[in-house]
């Protein structure tokens, strides 16, 4: 499958790896070397995988370091906020959100300006063609609001129909939403449903996506990648069992983090927008707040089943329906060409 038309300015100029092993040879033997650069589709196919692979690691690792940098920020917010307070004298318990948002303005800076680095792209530019966003992509994140509404209110009075296990209740919305002591929990909300969807969206779709299509020039695949790796992140949720996650809750999770990183990462080939991403992103976080985290779930009971297979239908035809609308980005990319021929 070649790759749609939406991502051509993204390969317009030969970028990444072997942009910077180019220019450094060029650098040594005094002499510029631009046109010797090769583009991704003059490659076989096993060498641009190893250039990937090492790109990802080059990515994820600057990722990696933006992490730690903001968080040395966060600390010296939080270290500024409680001498202000202090100097004021001031008896209020200090809140992480403003911490938390200058963590998440700190990555997403430094991720756009590597990328844009990376791409050979401005960065005024990289954030124009990401933050494209239409009456089609409303459309479209309206009627993921009204399946997710939908399934929630059907999954209610199953429950109570049935008397079965609870797996969504507003209880569960109630222990996310206020602290133990009762009081409302600003930071902790705005982390999941804002602040994290952000940075997410940022690394997995904004960077490993767009390496993936760089350098493979094959939507499909990259998405692919994409997804594997965000549902693989979801395994650090492993390290606190029975105590804030069940062991079935993080199973469900990675396979339901692999379902909805596949969608987003194929939504954002087909449109291209980075800001619908992010919606459907949020909007998935907000309904799972419902979602029970601590409680085993039975895998025998019939409307546990009867959940997760619904579940898998709706986001399989929602990932058929971005393959389709794909499939038509590559054909409408082809016609030209032919009538051209012609």
Not at 214 to 240: D, E, T
Not at 293 to 312: C, E, G, R, Y
Request: glycine share 4%; aromatic share 8%; hydrophobic share 50%.
């Amino acid at each position: 499958m070649t790759l749609a038309v939406a991502w051509r300015w993204l390969s317009a100029r030969p970028n990444g790896i072997l942009a910077l092993l180019t220019a450094l040879q060029a650098h040594d033997s005094g002499t510029v070397a631009q046109d010797k650069i090769p583009n991704s589709s003059d490659l076989p196919g096993a060498i641009r995988c190893v250039v990937l692979v090492i790109e990802l690691t080059f990515v994820s690792s600057g990722a990696f370091f933006l992490l730690l940098s903001s968080s040395v920020l966060g600390l010296l917010a939080r270290s500024l906020q409680h001498a202000l307070l202090a100097a004021v004298n001031a008896q209020i318990v200090p809140d992480d959100a403003v911490v938390h948002i200058c963590e998440t303005m700190m990555f997403g800076w430094g991720l756009v300006t590597f990328m844009s680095w990376f791409f050979c792209q401005t960065k005024r530019n990289l954030v124009q063609r990401l933050a494209e966003y239409g009456s089609s992509d409303t459309k479209s994140c309206i009627t993921s609001v009204a399946v997710h509404f939908t399934a929630i209110v059907v999954l209610l009075f199953l429950q109570l129909q049935t008397e079965a296990q609870v797996l969504v209740s507003l209880k569960n919305v109630e222990t996310v939403v206020y602290r133990p002591d009762g009081s409302f929990a600003t930071a902790e909300i705005m982390q999941n449903l804002l602040l994290g969807p952000i940075k997410e969206e940022l690394f997995f779709r904004g960077a490993i996506e767009l390496v993936a299509i760089n350098r493979l020039q094959n939507a499909k695949w990259s998405a692919a990648i994409s997804a594997v790796l965000f549902a693989a992140i979801h395994l650090v949720n492993a390290r606190h069992p029975r105590t804030q996650y069940s062991a079935s809750y993080v199973a469900f999770q990675v396979l339901w983090a692999f379902l909805v990183g596949l969608y987003l990462a194929l939504t954002l080939a087909v449109s291209g927008s980075m800001v619908k991403c992010l919606v459907l992103h949020v909007t998935n976080n907000i309904f799972a707040l419902g979602v029970s985290k601590t409680n085993a779930v039975d895998l025998v009971q019939p409307l546990t089943v009867f959940f997760i297979l619904s579940a898998l239908a709706i986001y399989s035809l929602a990932i058929s329906r971005q393959l389709q609308l794909l499939c038509v980005c590559n054909c409408k990319e082809k016609q030209p060409s032919r009538n051209h021929e012609e």
